[in-house]
Every structure is written in structure tokens, then in C-alpha cells.
């Protein structure tokens, strides 16, 4: 199949490579110049484990190509998927579909006949019915439109594109289904469940799927503050609810709560769509609620560690990526967190190793440090924000060695007291017993 991507973000460029990856002849476009100029240069935009090796042995067989140029991209594919942002609009956290709508403007000048828009950008309900409208205002017949919305997590995105849990496809005529399932052949042909639904089920499914994360997550941390005032611990008691089939392990992890580039905006957004639809979703805003003050508590908790005042405190960070295995720093539970402390007087040392040059963007005042135990020397206390591997094997006496406070901020539950106690270290985690 001949297939376009419009938009060469994570979502773009993993799904892009990915499918040429399966066979079909790809090509991804992007208005962002300095992008496609890195990717045709073999310079990933994105850190994410195997992405480069997967782009350049499909750029070499020649079935995946780059191009500003969306009329040459677009002119004869068979598929046409959109992967723009669809970031929360300000003020009111309604998705923006600014650069949706612009990109189905665009390839509705090129699109041929029997074509089919996909969408894989995360778009509120009735996003598909828009984009129908637009393509008959700009005379555009025989075309159609369905939804395939993403599911993977960045750090391990393109084994969960190969490997999803589900596919799901929101198509409303048989064409639509057949192309997208063909496709999606070689995962079909692996068992992997293909859901077929209206393009409207389809569409709300991603923000569900979402938002019941995002539940999963808010719920644990209410039960580790819990765990904090009745002396109990809520690793156990994840691992003794996870261990029920019905609830499952996974997202039980206590913490400083839910970043990245999806939960909290599409959270805000299904918040929108319920609005508009006249149902109260009371669920979902509550989950918005306890996370954003979760931030505030974490950081307050760093403060308490070093006294009550940060100020002139030296506060050593590990971890600033939203999660590891990426350099993704957006909506990072790093950012309320550092500027809080810096806010408060706090000198900050961070490392990330991955992440420095797009925090750099949006720190200021901050000061990077080479490793682990360069940002821990004389600090008033280390706190680990972000459960990189590397931060699971520290040597916490030579950390504890360099410190001046020798107290170990937790805020991913990575070591037991014991251990940091037995280093020397004062240790504070999350939601395991009385703090
Ligand atoms: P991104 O910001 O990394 O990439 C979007 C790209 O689209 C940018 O490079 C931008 O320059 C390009 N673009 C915008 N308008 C364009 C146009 N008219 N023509 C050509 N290119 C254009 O975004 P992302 O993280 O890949 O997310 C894309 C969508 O996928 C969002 O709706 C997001 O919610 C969804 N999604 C993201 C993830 C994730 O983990 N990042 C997972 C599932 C779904």
C-alpha cells in the first residue's frame, strides 16, 4: 500500500516507519523543515530505543521517505494518515484541532479519488464528521474518512506498535475497513484483536482508554496519602489488589503523578466533549483535580525534607523526563516540581540522561549535572523524579558520601528504607507508612 503520514512526530515517525517496516511504501511529511532535513541527514527529532535503526533500514530499502512537500506526498497514496499535534487549547482545555483541520485543507487539493483519511491524531468525538464536512466544501468526493486511533507509550513505542493489545478501527464504509485492514495485514496475521466500530466509537475510545489510566494512577496516590496516615504500604497493597485479575498491576505505581503529552490534555479534553454532551463526568475530574495538586504536594514534601524551607537549600534532581526512555519533557511532573523549589529559594542540580536539551527549553536557573552523583554532591537532599534504570543501581553510600543533608527524596518508590537507611541516608518515599 501506498500510505502518507501527515505529521512526523512520535506518533508519525514511529507509525511511518512501522508500516514501511510491514511493507508498504511510506512516506512522512512535515512542515517543520528543520525535521525533515534532520530525518533525510538520518538524524532522529525524537530519542526513543530502536527508532533510529528501524528509520534507516527502511529509508535503505527505500520504502520510507521524508518531504516538506505534502501535494508530492499525498498525490497517489492509497491511505492518508493524520498525525499532527492536537494539543489542549488554552483557557479551556478543549482539544486544538488547528493543525487537523488545516492538514485535511491541504491534502484535500491532491487527494484522488477512493482514498481514505485516516485520523491517528487523538481528536474529540464528531472529529471525523468535521473533517467530512470540510472535504465537501472543498469539492472533494469519493473519499473516506475513519478513525484509527494510537495507543502506544512513548519509551517503548515501537514494540507496542508492533505488538498492540488491540487495533482499533472506526470505519463507516466496507472500503475503509478493507484498506485499513489491509494495511494492518502482518498484525492481523500475528492475532492481534482488530475492533472494528463507528468512526464516533472509535474516536471516544482513545480518550476512555485514557482517562481509565489516569483514574488508575489518581486512585493509587489517594491510597498512598492513605497509607502515609495509617502506617501501611502501598507497594504491598498495589501488589495485593494488582494481583487480582480483575484490577491488574499495571498503572499502581504511587507517584508524583501523571505527565507526558497525552493524559493530561486528553483528560481535559473528554472533561470538553462531556460538557458539551450535558454529562457530568465526575470520575475524570476529579482524577484532573488530585493530579494537579499532587504536584504541589510533592514538592512541598521536598521542602519538608530539607527543614520546611528550601530556600538556599541545594536540592539535587534525578529525572526529569515525564517517564524514562524518552526525552519527552512535555507536561513533565519535573517542571511544577523544579520551579516550585526554585520558586521557594532552592538552588537546583538535575540530570537527566536523555532529557537535557529539551529541558534546557524550558528550565531557567537550573544547572545540569554530568551524572547521579555530581547532582547529589552537597545537596540538602537528592529527589528522584524520574525511574530511569540507572537510577535503580545507584551505589547510595558514595551517594551519601558526597551529600551534605544525606536525605533521599523517593518520589518513584525505587529503594526500600532499608537500603537507604543502611547508606546512611534518611529516606522519605511515597506512601509507605507514617511520614
Ligand atoms: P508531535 O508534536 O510530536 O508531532 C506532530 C507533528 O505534526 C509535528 O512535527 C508538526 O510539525 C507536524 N504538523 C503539524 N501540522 C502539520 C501540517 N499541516 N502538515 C505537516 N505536518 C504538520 O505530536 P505526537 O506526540 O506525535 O502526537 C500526535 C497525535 O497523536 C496527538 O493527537 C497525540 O495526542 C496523539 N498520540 C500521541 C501519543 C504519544 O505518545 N506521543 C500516543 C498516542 C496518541
New binding site residues.
Partial sequence: MRIAM???????LVSGACFADFGHEVCC????EA?IDGLNDGKMPIWEPGLEALVKANVARGRLTFTKD?VAGVHDAEAVFI????PARRGDGHADLT?VF??VR?LAKVIKPGTVVVT????PVGTGDRIEAILREEAVTDVSVASN??????GA?IADFKHPDRIVVGAENQHAQDVLKEIYRPLFLNRAPILFTARRTAELTKYAANAFLAVKISFINEIANLCEAVDADVQDVARGIGLDNRIGPKFLHAGPGYGG??FP??TLALLQTADEAGIDQRIVRTTVEVNDSRKVAMAERVVHAVGGSASGKRIGVLGLAFKPNTDDMRDAPSIPIVNLLLEQGAEVRAFDPVAKEQAEKIFSGITFSPNAYAAATDADALVIVTEWDEFRALDLKKLAGTMRGKVLVDLRNVYSRDEAEGAGLAYIGVGRGKI
Fill in positions: 501527515i505529521g512526523t512526530g512520535y506518533v508519525g511529511i512535515d512542515k517543520d525535521k505534502l498525525a499532527v499535534g492536537t493543525f488545516q492538514a491541504e491517528k491524531s487523538t481528536v486511533p494510537e495507543f502506544l507509550r512513548e513505542a503529552s497525552c490534555k486528553d
